[in-house]
């Protein structure tokens, strides 16, 4: 039993993965622009900076990820009126998919749980909840990792010199 929770487990980060780059080819954009519209839905407003860390791109990369989705009016740049060297990016105009995409999940996962498992709803929702904590401490370990690389992780330098 512990085995099979593991795949399915394993199963579920899979298939969030596939998920993501399938709704980011369906709207039309890049799946780290996904990821920034995701904070934005939860949070209206992001500073560059916030974008960056979810997204895992670089200053640079960042800019370029805001500017596509502000040439695309989903979102505008606002100076932070705390701090002027700091941008603050406004979610103003969710992709007009983001509703057909909730309603598509929510309704695949209404159909698999309506299908008899041999374990409980409450079950299964323990199960994903354990997953998704699993999946954060996860993060944070690699997150921690890259901090302090190790021989696990390649250093920038490295990359740049063609090892691996």
Known sequence: MHDEL???SMETIRMSVLWASSVAKYVGIQPTDLFAIALLLETTTATAGKLMETTGLSSGATT????RLAATGIVVRESDPDDARR???RLVAPPQSVEFIRTVT???ISNAVKRPKAISVQGWISAHIATATAIRSAIEKFDSAIKKPSKHVVSERDRSNGRK
Do not use: G, K, L, T
């Open 106 to 108: 929510a309704q695949e």
């Open 87 to 89: 941008v603050i990016v």
């Open 64 to 67: 370029a990820m805001i500017d």
């Open 6 to 8: 593991v795949e399915a």
